[in-house]
């Protein structure tokens, strides 16, 4: 199974950037995409960034020049560069990893994982 430790989230002002890191450990068979989501108070979590193992990615319209996803294959680590930072863009950012495999016999698997959340606040 798969353990996902996130780091650099903070308080910054507006215009500010920061970034944030995922690395995943554990057992796994492959680590099929990783990405980000956050929450806001009172808001339902929402896609931020994702990109796969053939480095697809997919980008929310509302950080779409602002924030870049990249990935460390060899460290197992995602990466979110948040650059001119907004107010708006305050909530509890998660990382997510998406794992498949095989069990004994061959039987596939799928599964997601999620971090405990790092706070990213923007203040104006």
């Known amino acids: 199974q798969v353990q996902l430790v996130e780091s650099g989230g903070g308080l910054v002002q507006a215009g500010g950037s920061l970034r944030l890191s995922c690395a995943a450990s554990?057992?796994?068979?492959?680590?099929?995409?990783m990405g980000w989501y956050r929450q806001a108070p009172g808001k339902q979590r929402e896609l931020v960034a994702r990109i796969t193992s053939g480095d697809s990615t997919n980008v929310a319209d509302s950080v779409k020049g602002r924030f870049t996803i990249s990935r460390d294959n060899a460290k197992n680590t995602v990466y979110l560069q948040m650059n001119s930072l907004k107010p708006e863009d305050t909530a509890v950012y998660y990382c997510?990893?998406?794992?498949?495999?095989?069990?004994?016999?061959?039987?596939?698997?799928?599964?997601?994982?999620w971090g405990q959340g790092t706070q990213v606040t923007v203040s104006s």
């Open positions: 554990g057992s796994f068979g492959s680590l099929t995409a």
């Open positions: 997510n990893a998406e794992t498949s495999g095989y069990y004994y016999g061959d039987s596939p698997y799928e599964h997601d994982y």
